[in-house]
């Protein structure tokens, strides 16, 4: 593994910077403040590349790997963790899972559009009683001629209004418990499917999400990806993944966050001087420093195996874990270097901290990252 990127990767990396600055930046308060989701700027993401970054070339995605994908995740969440999450879920759950495990057909059909950004994806595996526990699916999908009929609900749903093409995971036989669950494409608009409400939250506000209910919906076999009984090993796997884009969602909250607080303290003055020539707020910043360092390593190292074809399921639970805890750490010290603006919309540190938040939470929280960690380590002392 090298430290130097390479020229593509830089070039990415700069375009994703500049895309944040100019386009998401000038209405990221209004946004936030009035959970408006950035349709105009996800489209021109699409019409970039951002949005199927992974994919191959053949499916009209951009063939990059994934440490490309990861440096534009931090750059656009060093603005807009909204925007961030809402690329990460269409890279890492949708498109690389059908990329992955789809048949041809399902992939000219949903995945060209989903990586040139025609369509938005989004991932449904989340249920009243089905979090953590993923295992425990009550959305059950029965076989009905050339059909299968979904009935359930989903929640905490990324993209949940505003996607085309939704991944549903369901019970297709309970009487084989994981082995029971299978996964399905499911188009907007098809009879019997419902978005709830938008939930009111906290923090990355920008993005959609939504509770979805299924009742009697109709889903062709054609639909159904990989075997029946696939679907929890489907969900597992995308997941791996997915953990990799937001813990560079994580680290890009953090670095934004930290860019933020390093400028504020050059032109704030206490006694007589600027606030970065106080020792205290040196420490600050040279902790905040050596943690978004130390984590964008985790980051990329989980990228790099990933790239080379190698197990990167520890690494990219081990990157989500600390990167998550980083950017939790780094805004909330970043609001203290701010003080009392801070605390103000206009100074966008206190937003980051409320961004930070659901890092820690979704795509598997920082307590199963560490069951996975442990499990993991244990297995390899035995």
Not at 118 to 147: H, I, M, N, V
Not at 183 to 206: M, N, W
Not at 247 to 264: C, K, N, T
Not at 267 to 296: N, V, W, Y
């Amino acid at each position: 593994m090298t430290f130097d990127l390479t020229e593509e990767q830089v070039a990415v990396r700069d375009a994703a910077r500049d895309f944040a600055i100019n386009h998401l930046l000038p209405t990221v308060i209004e946004r936030d403040s009035k959970g408006i989701f950035p349709y105009e700027q996800v489209k021109s993401m699409g019409e970039l590349g951002f949005m199927g970054m992974m994919v191959g070339p053949e499916f009209q995605g951009g063939g990059m790997d994934t440490l490309c994908y990861v440096l534009a995740i931090e750059e656009i969440s060093k603005v807009d963790a909204s925007a961030g999450v809402i690329m990460s879920v269409n890279n890492s759950l949708v498109c690389w899972g059908l990329e992955t495990y789809g048949t041809v057909e399902q992939k000219e059909k949903y995945l060209t559009k989903l990586a040139n950004g025609q369509l938005l994806g989004a991932f449904c595996l989340s249920e009243p009683e089905a979090g953590s526990d993923a295992t425990s699916q009550k959305t059950t999908a029965r076989e009905e001629g050339d059909f299968y009929v979904i009935n359930g609900t989903k929640n905490w749903i990324t993209n949940g209004g505003t996607a085309d093409v939704y991944l549903v995971i369901a019970q297709t036989d309970a009487s084989k418990g994981h082995k029971g669950i299978s996964a399905f494409i499911l188009e907007k608009g098809t009879p019997g499917f419902e978005v709830g409400k938008k939930e009111d939250k906290l923090g990355i506000r920008s993005s959609d999400t939504h509770s979805l209910m299924f009742t009697e919906v109709r889903v062709p076999k054609e639909n159904r990806i990989g075997e029946a009984g696939f679907g929890f090993k489907f969900a597992m796997e995308t997941l791996n993944g997915g953990r990799i884009g937001i813990a560079a969602q994580a680290l890009g909250i953090a670095g934004g966050a930290y860019e933020l607080a390093v400028a504020y303290s050059k032109e704030r003055k206490a006694f007589g001087k600027p606030i970065c020539e106080h020792q205290a707020i040196q420490f600050k910043l040279a902790d905040m420093l050596t943690s978004i360092e130390a984590a964008r390593l985790l980051v990329m190292k989980a990228a790099w195996l990933k790239d080379q074809g190698k197990d990167y399921s520890d690494a990219g639970a081990m990157a989500k874990l600390y990167a998550s805890q980083v950017a939790m750490d780094v805004t909330i010290e970043a609001v203290q270097v701010h003080g009392g603006y801070g605390y103000v919309k206009e100074y966008h540190v206190e937003r980051m901290m409320r961004d930070a938040k659901i890092t820690q939470i979704y795509e598997g929280t920082s307590e199963i990252q560490k069951i996975v960690i442990s499990r993991s380590l244990l297995s390899k002392l035995n």
